[in-house]
Structure formats: C-alpha cells, structure tokens
C-alpha cells in the first residue's frame, strides 16, 4: 500500500486498482481503476465535493498508470460534467468502452 498526504490531515492510499482519500473520521472518495488507467468507478463524498478531491484521485490513477486515465460507461452526468463530456456521449450500460475524452488536464 502507498501512502501520500499533506498538511490538512487528509491521506491517500493506493492498492491494487483502487485509489483511497481518507481523513481520521471518514473515507473521502474512493476510485476503483485498471491498469490501463480506465476509471471504472470515482466517488466523492458529497460533504467534500468542490475541494479538488476528485482531481487529486484521477492525478493519483495517472501518477500509478504512467499518465494514462479515462472513465469508462456507464458515466453519471455529474461524471460527465467533470471529466468535460456532453450529457449525450456514451450509452449507458456499455462499461467496456471508454469515453472518448480523457480525464482532466492535471
């Protein structure tokens, strides 16, 4: 397991395929990945979003993949918002195709 962390008591830990951001109280987000770099899952917690978390969890995928990352379908549209894709692209339910465009520009 990696370890990362900073001064606002928050930590990151890395396993096989799965991203972890943690406070002492509770988990975060967490995103699940291949080693690909698809993104078959990212989640923050509601109560900490807008802070740059899921940011921090897609540079960490990149930083373990060597730079590549993109999500896979189905995305939610407050996925699609994130990653930069139109409400319309994708089908849902298509999990093994990647979207077109790749995670967002660290």
Do not use: K, W
Request: proline share 9%; hydrophobic share 30%.
């Amino acid at each position: 397991m990696q370890q990362a962390g900073d001064n606002d008591g928050i930590g990151i830990d890395a396993t096989d395929g799965i991203v972890l951001i943690r406070n002492a109280n509770t988990t975060i987000g967490y995103c699940r990945f291949d080693d690909a770099g698809d993104i078959e899952y990212i989640f923050v917690n509601p109560m900490y979003r807008r802070r740059g978390h899921g940011t921090r969890l897609v540079d960490e995928v990149r930083r373990l993949t060597g730079g590549a990352c993109r999500p896979l379908e189905p995305i939610s549209p407050l996925g699609r918002r994130f990653f930069g894709l139109p409400p319309e692209a994708g089908q849902a339910g298509d999990r093994q195709q990647p979207a077109q465009n790749p995670c967002p520009a660290p």
